[in-house]
C-alpha cells in the first residue's frame, strides 16, 4: 500500500520547491575560515582573507582571499581557488565568478568536464553556458604526466554540454602525432563501445559476457534510445543473451525494456532442486513513467511496471545483484493526480506469473485528503477512501502445506481451510470498499508545549468472498480511533565547550520527549485479508493514516514512549550531530494484559569525528529479559588517507517468534560479523577486502578480494569471491573487468555494494534496476 505520509513529503516538496527554489539558487553565503578573516571596506564591498568559503544551493568556492563587490554580483578570488558549480569543477589561483550566471574568468585554471581534465589560459565567459580558452592541454587521463594529450590554440567550453577545440594536436607523451583544425566532442553521452568481462565461477565454469552500448536519435524527434546487446557464454550452463533499451522520450516520459534468455543446460548447477526450472529460462522487464503539470494548481504521474520470469531463480542465477535487491519484483499500473489538499491514485495489479504470492488488485482506486484547515478553525481534516476488487493469490509452488488452522493461516478468516493440495493456499477474492476521516486539533500552550488530539473513524465493506474452498457473505466494520500526541523540545548550549579529540566547538543538547497515545475500543479480526501486517522487527505506527494495514486493524489501546536525544556541534562544513539518540517502547494500557511494555528500541548514531560514525540499533525483550535484535556498525573514512573501513555485527535470536508461522517452526537467527576494507596504496594500485561470517555456524558466508590498478586511461580489476549458503555447495568466481576512464562501467570500489555488477552479466543500471 502506498504510505500518506510519502504523498504530503511529495505535496510539500513540490509546494516548497516551486516558490523558492530560484530564490535560493541565488541566495550566497560567504564565510571565513575564523573571526579575523572578514573585512567591510564599504560601497558594498567586502574582504576576505586567511581562508574562506562561498556557498549556495547549487555552488560552492573556497578561496585563500577574495573581495566581493555586492552590487555586481562578483567574487574576485585569489590563491588557492575551487568553484563546484552545478558538478562542475574549476581550479586556479586567479578568478573573477559571476554569482549570478556562473560566468567564470581566470589567467590560469584546470577544470575537470567528465570524461576530460583541462588546462589553459585567459578564460572568459561568451555567455552564462560557454566558456572559451586559449593554449588549452585536454587529456583523459588524470596523471600528472598524461600520456595522450590534445594541446590547442583555443578551446570553447560548454560544461555538460559540449568541448570545440581549434588548431588541436594529438600528443603521444612529447611527440605530435596527429593535426586537427577544428575538434568537438559531446559532454553528454558515452560513445558506442563494446565490453568483455571474462571469468570463473564454480557454477558457471569458464564464462565470457560482452554487451554492446549504444546511444543515440531515434530520429523520431521524441528523444533518444539507449541500447545494449547482451551475448553471454557460461561453459557449464550454455549460451545467453538479449536486448536492454532505454527510450528517452522528453515531454512523453521515459520508458525502458529488457528481456534476457538463457539455454541453460544444467539449471540446478547450484544444488538447489526447485520447481519450474527448465532449460528454457528468461525474463524480460518494461518500465514507463509520465510526470507532468496539467495547470499551476495540478500535478500528474504515470507509471507502469511489468516483469516477467519463467521461475523464481532465474534471476538469481544470472543476474545476482539485481536479485538482492528485489527478490519478487511486481508488476502494476499506477496514474496519480496531486492537488492541493488532495490526491487521487489509481492501480491495477495483476499477476503474471504464479510462483509468487501477489494481491491482485483490479482495480484499486484511492482518494487521499492531505491535512488541511477547517475553514479559519484550529481544526484540521484528513482522509483516506478507496475501493477496489482484490483477491489474495498464494504461490503455486511445490511446497508442503504446514497450516491447518485459521489461527496460523495467512487467510485469517476464522475458519478451519485445510488446502491438501502440493503447492500453495486457497485463493480467494472479494470486493472492498473502505473510508476513513479524521480531525485534529494542534495547540501549544505556555509555548513549548505541543498537544494535538485527534478523533476519527473508519467504515470498511466487505463482498461476498469466493475461493476454492472459501465463502462468506458480505459483511461490514465500523471502527472509532482517538488518541493524543504530546512532545516538547529543550535544549540548552554550551559555547565554551571545545575538544579537539572529538573536533567539539560548542555543544548544543537538545531533549524531545513524546507520548503518542492511542485508542481503538474494537475491531473485527475475521474480514479478508488484502493489506495484512507483515512480520517486522521494527516497531509499526500506531496512528492513522500512517497504519495502512487495513484488513489487520485490531482494537488498542497503547501509549508510545519515546525520548530523543541530541548533542550538536560546528564543524568545517557546518553544524553536525555528535549524538543522535533515540530510545521508545510501546504500553500497552488494556487491563489484564500480563506484560504490559513491548520491546524496548534503542537507535544511536554517534560522529566522534565528521570521517567516523557509529550506527546502532537494538531491540531488548522487557518479559523475557533477553536481546532480540542488535545492528551495529562502524564507518571510518578519513579524508585525506585513500582507505574506507567498515565493521559491522548483526544478531538476531533463534526461533524469533514474529517470524514462526506454525508452532514448532524452528527458524536459524544470526550472529553476524562482516568487514569490508578499500585501501588505495598509491596512484597505481587499491585493494577491497570484504568478508561476511556467521559465528553461529563458523562459516564465511562471503569472502570477496578486488585488486585495482590504474593503467592511465584505463582501470582494471581483479575479483575473487567465496560464497557459502546454507546447505549449499561452495561457489567459488574469479572475475577481470577493464573500464575506460573516460566513459567507466563502474565506480571504483562499488565491488564492495553490488558484487554482482562485476561477477553477474554486464548490464548497465537503467530505471529499471528499482523494480
Known amino acids: 500500500m502506498k504510505q500518506p505520509w510519502l504523498l504530503k513529503l511529495l505535496l510539500l516538496w513540490v509546494a516548497v520547491a516551486c516558490a523558492s527554489q530560484a530564490q535560493q539558487d541565488s541566495q550566497w553565503h560567504l564565510n571565513g575560515l575564523n573571526s579575523q578573516s572578514w573585512a567591510d571596506i564599504g560601497s558594498g564591498t567586502n574582504y576576505y582573507h586567511l581562508g574562506g568559503v562561498a556557498t549556495n544551493q547549487s555552488s560552492k568556492v573556497t578561496f585563500d582571499e577574495a573581495t566581493q563587490f555586492e552590487a555586481?554580483?562578483?567574487?574576485?578570488?585569489?590563491?588557492?581557488?575551487?568553484?563546484?558549480?552545478?558538478?562542475?569543477?574549476?581550479?586556479?589561483?586567479?578568478?573573477?565568478?559571476?554569482?549570478?550566471?556562473?560566468?567564470?574568468?581566470?589567467?590560469?585554471?584546470?577544470?575537470?568536464?567528465?570524461?576530460?581534465?583541462?588546462?589553459?589560459?585567459?578564460?572568459?565567459?561568451?555567455?552564462?553556458?560557454?566558456?572559451?580558452?586559449?593554449?588549452?592541454?585536454?587529456?583523459?587521463?588524470?596523471?600528472?604526466?598524461?600520456?595522450?594529450?590534445?594541446?590547442?590554440?583555443?578551446?570553447?567550453?560548454?560544461?555538460?554540454?559540449?568541448?570545440?577545440?581549434?588548431?588541436?594536436?594529438?600528443?603521444?607523451?612529447?611527440?605530435?602525432?596527429?593535426?586537427?583544425?577544428?575538434?568537438?566532442?559531446?559532454?553528454?553521452?558515452?560513445?558506442?563501445?563494446?565490453?568483455?568481462?571474462?571469468?570463473?565461477?564454480?557454477?558457471?565454469?569458464?564464462?565470457?559476457?560482452?554487451?554492446?552500448?549504444?546511444?543515440?536519435?531515434?530520429?523520431?524527434?521524441?528523444?533518444?534510445?539507449?541500447?545494449?546487446?547482451?551475448?553471454?557464454?557460461?561453459?557449464?550452463?550454455?549460451?545467453?543473451?538479449?536486448?536492454?533499451?532505454?527510450?528517452?522520450?522528453?515531454?512523453?516520459?521515459?520508458?525502458?525494456?529488457?528481456?534476457?534468455?538463457?539455454?541453460?543446460?544444467?539449471?540446478?548447477?547450484?544444488?538447489?532442486?526447485?520447481?519450474?526450472?527448465?532449460?528454457?529460462?528468461?525474463?524480460?522487464?518494461?518500465?514507463?513513467?509520465?510526470?507532468?503539470?496539467?495547470?499551476?494548481?495540478?500535478?500528474?504521474?504515470?507509471?507502469?511496471v511489468a516483469n516477467y520470469q519463467s521461475d523464481p531463480l532465474v534471476v538469481r542465477d544470472?543476474?545476482?545483484?539485481?536479485?538482492?535487491?528485489?527478490?519478487?519484483?511486481?508488476?502494476?499500473?499506477?496514474?496519480?493526480?496531486?492537488?492541493?489538499?488532495?490526491?487521487?491514485?489509481?492501480?491495477?495489479?495483476?499477476?503474471?506469473?504464479?510462483?509468487?504470492?501477489?494481491?491482485?488488485?483490479?482495480?484499486?482506486?484511492?482518494?487521499?485528503?492531505?491535512?488541511?484547515?477547517?475553514?479559519?478553525s484550529p481544526i484540521y481534516y484528513d482522509s483516506e477512501t478507496s475501493a477496489g476488487y482484490y483477491e489474495r493469490a498464494f504461490s503455486e509452488t511445490n511446497v508442503p502445506l504446514y497450516l491447518t488452522n485459521y489461527n496460523m493461516m495467512p487467510n485469517g478468516f476464522g475458519y478451519d481451510v485445510t488446502d491438501t493440495r502440493m503447492g500453495g493456499y486457497p485463493n480467494y477474492e472479494a470486493a472492498r470498499a473502505d473510508t476513513f476521516h479524521q480531525f485534529t486539533m494542534p495547540e501549544n500552550f505556555f509555548g513549548w508545549l505541543n498537544v494535538t488530539p485527534r478523533i476519527g473513524g473508519r467504515a470498511t465493506y466487505y463482498g461476498d468472498v469466493d475461493g476454492p474452498q472459501i465463502h462468506t457473505n458480505q459483511q461490514g466494520r465500523g471502527i472509532f480511533n482517538t488518541g493524543a500526541d504530546v512532545s516538547f523540545r529543550a535544549w540548552r548550549v554550551y559555547a565554551d565547550t571545545e575538544s579537539d579529540l572529538l573536533d567539539v566547538h560548542g555543544l548544543k543538547h537538545i531533549i524531545e520527549p513524546e507520548f503518542d497515545y492511542a485508542y481503538i475500543p474494537t475491531a473485527s479480526s475475521h474480514v479478508p485479508q488484502f493489506d495484512y501486517q507483515l512480520p517486522t522487527l521494527r516497531l509499526l505506527p500506531i496512528d492513522f493514516p500512517d497504519y495502512n494495514s487495513i484488513d489487520s486493524i485490531r482494537s488498542e489501546n497503547v501509549l508510545r514512549l519515546m525520548l530523543r536525544n541530541k548533542w550538536?556541534?560546528?564543524?568545517?562544513?557546518?553544524?553536525?550531530?555528535?549524538?543522535?539518540?533515540?530510545?521508545?517502547?510501546?504500553?500497552?494500557?488494556?487491563?489484564?494484559?500480563?506484560?504490559?511494555?513491548?520491546?524496548?528500541?534503542?537507535?544511536?548514531?554517534?560522529?566522534?569525528?565528521?570521517?567516523?560514525?557509529?550506527?546502532?540499533?537494538?531491540?531488548?525483550?522487557?518479559?523475557?529479559?533477553?536481546?532480540?535484535?542488535?545492528?551495529?556498525?562502524?564507518?571510518?573514512?578519513?579524508?585525506?588517507?585513500?582507505?574506507?573501513?567498515?565493521?559491522?555485527?548483526?544478531?538476531?535470536?533463534?526461533?524469533?517468534?514474529?517470524?514462526?508461522?506454525?508452532?514448532?517452526?524452528?527458524?536459524?537467527?544470526?550472529?553476524?560479523?562482516?568487514?569490508?576494507?578499500?585501501?588505495?596504496?598509491?596512484?597505481?594500485?587499491?585493494?577491497?577486502?570484504?568478508?561476511?561470517?556467521?559465528?553461529?555456524?563458523?562459516?564465511?558466508?562471503?569472502?570477496?578480494?578486488?585488486?585495482?590498478?590504474?593503467?592511465?586511461?584505463?582501470?582494471?580489476?581483479m575479483t575473487f569471491r567465496v560464497d557459502q549458503g546454507a546447505g549449499q555447495p561452495t561457489d567459488f568466481t574469479v572475475g577481470i573487468t577493464f573500464s575506460l576512464k573516460a566513459f567507466p562501467r563502474f565506480k571504483l570500489n562499488s565491488d564492495s555494494d553490488r558484487p554482482g555488477q562485476i561477477l553477474g552479466s554486464i548490464s548497465r543500471p537503467t530505471l529499471l534496476d528499482d523494480y
Do not use: C
Not at 502494476?332 to 509468487?356: C, I, K, S, Y
Not at 494484559?593 to 524496548?600: A, G, H, I, V
Open 568 to 717: 550538536q556541534t560546528k564543524r568545517r562544513d557546518g553544524i553536525e550531530d555528535v549524538v543522535n539518540w533515540a530510545v521508545y517502547t510501546d504500553w500497552n494500557l488494556t487491563p489484564g494484559t500480563n506484560n504490559p511494555f513491548s520491546d524496548l528500541y534503542n537507535d544511536l548514531d554517534f560522529r566522534p569525528r565528521s570521517w567516523i560514525t557509529f550506527n546502532s540499533s537494538t531491540r531488548y525483550d522487557l518479559a523475557d529479559t533477553r536481546w532480540r535484535e542488535a545492528i551495529e556498525r562502524v564507518f571510518i573514512q578519513p579524508t585525506s588517507s585513500g582507505m574506507s573501513l567498515s565493521l559491522g555485527y548483526y544478531y538476531l535470536m533463534n526461533n524469533d517468534p514474529e517470524f514462526q508461522t506454525y508452532p514448532g517452526q524452528s527458524l536459524a537467527g544470526h550472529n553476524q560479523i562482516d568487514v569490508s576494507l578499500y585501501y588505495r596504496i598509491n596512484e597505481n594500485w587499491g585493494v577491497h577486502i570484504s568478508e561476511r561470517f556467521e559465528a553461529q555456524n563458523g562459516v564465511f558466508q562471503e569472502q570477496l578480494y578486488s585488486i585495482y590498478r590504474d593503467l592511465r586511461s584505463w582501470t582494471a580489476a
Open 318 to 376: 544470472f543476474f545476482l545483484g539485481q536479485y538482492n535487491r528485489n527478490v519478487e519484483p511486481a508488476t502494476f499500473g499506477e496514474g496519480t493526480e496531486l492537488w492541493h489538499n488532495w490526491v487521487l491514485d489509481g492501480m491495477a495489479q495483476p499477476r503474471l506469473v504464479n510462483f509468487f504470492e501477489t494481491v491482485e488488485r483490479l482495480p484499486d482506486v484511492k482518494l487521499t485528503g492531505l491535512r488541511q484547515e477547517v475553514g479559519n
Open 72 to 304: 555586481a554580483n562578483l567574487l574576485k578570488l585569489e590563491g588557492d581557488v575551487t568553484i563546484l558549480d552545478h558538478g562542475h569543477i574549476w581550479r586556479g589561483t586567479n578568478f573573477i565568478y559571476n554569482t549570478t550566471n556562473g560566468e567564470v574568468q581566470a589567467a590560469r585554471f584546470k577544470t575537470v568536464q567528465e570524461p576530460y581534465s583541462i588546462a589553459g589560459q585567459q578564460m572568459g565567459g561568451v555567455s552564462n553556458k560557454v566558456q572559451t580558452a586559449t593554449n588549452a592541454v585536454i587529456a583523459t587521463d588524470d596523471y600528472e604526466k598524461p600520456i595522450f594529450t590534445i594541446r590547442a590554440r583555443a578551446i570553447t567550453i560548454a560544461p555538460g554540454d559540449y568541448l570545440e577545440a581549434h588548431q588541436a594536436t594529438l600528443y603521444l607523451g612529447k611527440t605530435p602525432i596527429f593535426y586537427w583544425p577544428y575538434y568537438r566532442r559531446s559532454l553528454k553521452q558515452h560513445p558506442n563501445n563494446f565490453e568483455f568481462a571474462p571469468g570463473y565461477r564454480s557454477q558457471f565454469g569458464p564464462y565470457l559476457f560482452s554487451s554492446y552500448n549504444w546511444y543515440g536519435s531515434n530520429g523520431l524527434g521524441l528523444g533518444f534510445v539507449d541500447g545494449t546487446l547482451h551475448l553471454d557464454e557460461r561453459e557449464r550452463r550454455g549460451l545467453a543473451g538479449g536486448p536492454d533499451f532505454a527510450v528517452h522520450l522528453g515531454n512523453w516520459g521515459e520508458a525502458a525494456f529488457r528481456y534476457y534468455y538463457a539455454h541453460d543446460v544444467d539449471p540446478q548447477a547450484d544444488g538447489i532442486v526447485a520447481p519450474h526450472l527448465g532449460e528454457n529460462r528468461q525474463r524480460s522487464q518494461f518500465y514507463y513513467d509520465l510526470y507532468s503539470t496539467s495547470n499551476a494548481n495540478a500535478m500528474g504521474n504515470i507509471k507502469v
